[in-house]
Nanobody, 124 residues
Framework: QVQLVESGGGMVQAGGSLRLSCTAS????????MGWFRQAPGKEREFVAA????????VAADSVKGRFTISRDNAKNTVYLQMNSLKPEDTAAYFC?????????????????WGQGTQVSVSS
């Protein structure tokens, strides 16, 4: 079983930055592809970014490309989401997810383990 704990959420003004972190335990971290998803009230959970177990092949949703960057430090069992130029429409609960595969995926159903979520609120 894999446990995921997110941190780094908060409130920020539009144009600001936040960095989310997600620390994993219970499995060899480099064997897990990791992803970030978000869910706003009344909306479905949507893909934000993902990265392979080795740290290559990062992918991001069109809505965040050029603003958000996913990275990982396998020595620290941690994946990060650097969020720059934040917009009010980025407001959501952000979830870290892991899958028992080296390959990243863009669908929530492809992920086996989830964190509890961290709230990001962006004011205009």
């Amino acid at each position: 079983q894999v446990q995921l704990v997110e941190s780094g959420g908060g409130m920020v003004q539009a144009g600001g930055s936040l960095r989310l972190s997600c620390t994993a335990s219970g499995r060899t971290f480099s064997s897990l592809a990791m992803g970030w998803f978000r869910q706003a009230p009344g909306k479905e959970r949507e893909f934000v970014a993902a990265i392979s177990g080795g740290g290559g092949r990062p992918v991001a949703a069109d809505s965040v490309k050029g603003r958000f960057t996913i990275s990982r430090d396998n020595a620290k069992n941690t994946v990060y989401l650097q969020m720059n130029s934040l917009k009010p429409e980025d407001t959501a609960a952000y979830f870290c997810a892991a899958r028992d595969s080296n390959w990243p995926a863009g669908s929530p159903v492809a992920y086996d383990y989830w964190g509890q979520g961290t709230q990001v609120s962006v004011s205009s």
